[in-house]
C-alpha cells in the first residue's frame, strides 16, 4: 500500500476512473497491485488504461515489462498495439512475443511489421533475424514477411520525382496559415513558419504516413538564417503542435543569424500534383527522391539512431503567390518510429 499517490498518478485515475467508484477509491487510497490488475483488465477494452497501468508499475518501483508476463493473453494484441504507438517498443516486444508464443486466435498480421521493425532496433539485426523466422512460423505463406527492417515509402513509387505542390481553390493541403502550432525560433525569437502542410488522410499518394501523422508540415524559419542549421522536431499526437527537440547549434552561432523580419503568411489552398519527371531543377517536392544541391545527405534519427526516411524538399517557387523566396532547399526527413522531422539544409 502506498501512503500518497503522485499527482500525475491522480489525474490519469480521475481521468480513467473504473467501473465503481468503489473500486477506484481503492487505487486512490493506496492499493496499487489491485489497480494494476484492474486496469490491466479493462484495458483490452481502453487501451488508454494502459497509460494508467505503466504510472501505477512507475510508482510502484516496479517493472512494468515483468508484469506483461501476468498480463492476459488476449489483451497483449491491444497492449502490444498501444505499446508500439506510444513509443514503448521494450514492452510492445515482449506483449508480441508472447502473442507469437502463446496465442492461436490472435491476430498478428497488422502488428508483425511494427513488431519486426522494433526488434531490429532494440536487440539488433541477430534477434531481428529470430524474431522474423517466428512471424514467418506463424504467418504461413499468406504473404512474404519483409525483410529489412527500413520503411518502405510507396510514394516512392517512381523513380525521381515525388510529387509537387501546386495552388488549388479545394485543394486538401495549405500554404502559410496556422493550422498547426509551430515552436519558437531560438535564434530570432519568432514563430517558426509553416510554409506548407500536408493533410496525410486526404491524399493518397502521402498513405505511407499514416497513421504516424495527421498532417506533414514543411518548416523553416522565415525570419533569420537559423534554417542553415540542423533543426529536429517532433509533432504531438494530435498533430495540433509542432515541437522543437533539437538544433544543431551552439549559442554563439545562432547569436550571428541575421534578421529579416518577414511578414506572415496567409493561408491559402494547395493540391498535390505529379511531378514531371523530365525536369530536372530545385524545386518544391514531397515523396520521391530528392534532388540533393551537394553531397547527399542521409540523417540519422536524433532519438533511435535509425536511418530516417527522404519526406519532402521545401525551395524557392514561382507557383505561389505571393512567391516563396528561399535560399537554397530543406530537406524533410522523417523517423516513423518516434515521429521525428528533421529538416536539413544545403545551398
Ligand atoms: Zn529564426
Ligand atoms: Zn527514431
Not at 175 to 183: N, R, S, W
Not at 230 to 238: I, K, P, T
Not at 299 to 310: E, R
Amino acid at each position: 500500500m502506498k501512503a500518497k499517490l503522485s499527482p500525475e498518478l491522480q489525474k490519469l485515475i480521475k481521468r480513467n476512473p473504473l467501473a465503481s467508484s468503489a473500486e477506484t477509491d481503492r487505487v486512490f487510497k493506496g492499493d496499487l497491485d489491485f489497480g494494476l490488475l484492474k486496469y490491466a483488465a479493462v484495458a483490452g477494452q481502453k487501451p488508454e488504461a494502459w497509460a494508467v497501468c505503466f504510472a501505477i508499475a512507475g510508482e510502484n518501483g516496479a517493472s512494468f515489462d515483468q508484469a506483461v508476463a501476468n498480463v492476459a493473453l488476449d489483451a497483449c494484441t491491444g497492449l502490444a498495439r498501444w505499446c508500439f504507438s506510444d513509443g514503448r517498443d521494450s514492452v510492445g516486444i515482449v506483449a508480441f512475443r508472447r502473442l507469437l508464443l502463446e496465442s492461436t486466435t490472435a491476430p498478428l498480421e497488422p502488428d508483425c511489421e511494427r513488431f519486426l521493425e522494433a526488434v531490429s532496433v532494440a536487440e539488433g539485426e541477430a534477434a531481428a533475424a529470430e524474431a522474423r523466422a517466428l512471424v514467418t512460423r506463424r504467418l504461413p505463406s499468406k504473404r512474404a514477411v519483409p525483410q529489412a527492417a527500413a520503411v518502405e515509402v510507396p510514394m516512392q513509387r517512381r523513380e525521381h520525382a515525388g510529387f509537387s505542390p501546386v495552388p488549388s481553390d479545394n485543394g486538401a493541403h495549405s500554404l502559410g496559415g496556422f493550422d498547426i502550432a509551430m515552436p519558437v525560433c531560438p535564434a530570432c525569437g519568432v514563430k517558426t513558419r509553416l510554409w506548407l502542410c500536408f493533410d496525410i488522410e486526404a491524399e493518397p499518394c502521402l498513405a505511407a504516413l499514416k497513421p504516424v501523422w495527421g498532417l506533414l508540415p514543411m518548416v523553416s524559419c522565415g525570419n533569420c538564417d537559423a534554417w542553415r542549421y540542423r533543426h529536429d522536431y517532433q509533432l504531438d499526437r494530435d498533430a495540433t503542435a509542432l515541437i522543437l527537440t533539437g538544433i544543431w547549434a551552439g549559442p554563439d552561432e545562432l547569436k550571428t543569424v541575421m534578421l529579416a523580419p518577414q511578414p506572415p503568411l496567409e493561408r491559402q489552398s494547395v493540391a498535390l500534383e505529379e511531378s514531371d519527371t523530365a525536369t530536372l531543377s530545385h524545386e518544391l517536392q514531397v515523396g520521391g527522391q530528392p534532388l540533393f544541391r551537394r553531397e547527399p545527405l542521409n540523417p540519422a534519427c536524433p532519438s533511435c539512431k535509425s536511418p530516417m526516411v527522404f519526406i519532402a524538399t521545401l525551395t524557392s517557387s514561382n507557383v505561389f503567390r505571393p512567391a516563396i523566396a528561399l535560399k537554397g532547399s530543406r530537406y524533410h526527413f522523417a523517423c516513423f518510429r518516434c515521429r521525428t522531422l528533421s529538416v536539413l539544409a544545403q545551398v
